[in-house]
């Protein structure tokens, strides 16, 4: 974990280019409620989702890192099938 470097226990991260300081103890998905509870509620519901910088996807209740850098990002719906599109010719 990255030190601390902010006042009174606080962890500074940022969501979406945003600059955020919240409680020490807090989850990743609290600093994206502190900013975009609209998003907050999204992520928990499933219709959105949040990642690193790099954009790989991360678990929202994990512990927040001091100086981590959060994206909100659509959940997009995955295709386990390919659409039956093609037709044999007869």
Known sequence: MIADASPGGAIR?????????????SVAL???RA???ELAAAIH???????DSRGLPIDAHDPLVS????????????LDTAPDTIKASS
Do not use: C
């Open 67 to 78: 100086g981590a850098i959060y994206r909100v990002l659509p959940m997009r719906e995955r």
């Open 45 to 51: 519901t499933g219709q959105m989702r949040l990642t």
């Open 35 to 37: 900013l975009f509870p």
């Open 30 to 32: 609290d600093a994206v």
């Open 13 to 25: 991260a940022y969501v979406n280019e945003t600059g955020v300081t919240v409680p020490a103890g």
